[in-house]
């Protein structure tokens, strides 16, 4: 076996596991156990088990940041400047990871799986690694969203942007949650793309909140 061919069985086997018991209770032997490698193989490509998470992510992030930001970038060259529509910015930004989502044959669909759930519930270390990986791509992004949307509070985007993210990896994580609701089929990756944008269209554009009075700061004490 060669090291590429190791080193890619550790990382998809990783990704399987992580999905079914979490990053906690996989353990090193049931990698190797699933990747049919020796521990010493894990140890020689990647050191550790939080080292061999972080190259999971940084290998899918990777490639989804640098597909999401060529659109981008595409789009606003042919704007030649004036703002884009808010739907283009989603399709750049969203219709990317709904693509990989159904990829089934190269992992992408178990990798937005794993990347769904762990949106949810990260560690800390995990969180971390995940504000680097984006740290190119989501300030674009908000800009871009920023210049379509002038008349939209930025803070109020920032909102609508987290929970549109939470929107597509809970679409994207496998969660049982269709079976609770019944009669719900999402097998079909193109219907689920087109739902779920207009969906994220529909809050992005959704009138202003009635947020309630921001409570008055304490006075301060006057001198006697």
Known sequence: MSEPDTRNRILRAAELLFIEHGFEATTLRQITGKAGVNLAAVNYH?????QLIEEIFRQRLGWLNEQCLRELDQLEAAAGGAALRPRQILEAFFGVSLRMAADKEGGGNNFMRLLGRTYTAPAPAIREF???????????????????????????ILWRFHFMLGAMSYATSGADALNVLGGLDDSDSSALHARLVAFLIGGLRAPLAELPPKPAGKREKQPA
């Not at 990647?46 to 939080?50: E, Q």
């Not at 995940?130 to 109020?156: G, I, M, S």
């Open 46 to 50: 990647f050191g550790s088990k939080d």
């Open 130 to 156: 995940l504000v680097r990986e984006y740290a190119v791509a989501v300030p674009r992004f908000k800009t871009a969203l920023f210049h379509a949307l002038p008349d939209v509070p930025e803070e109020e």
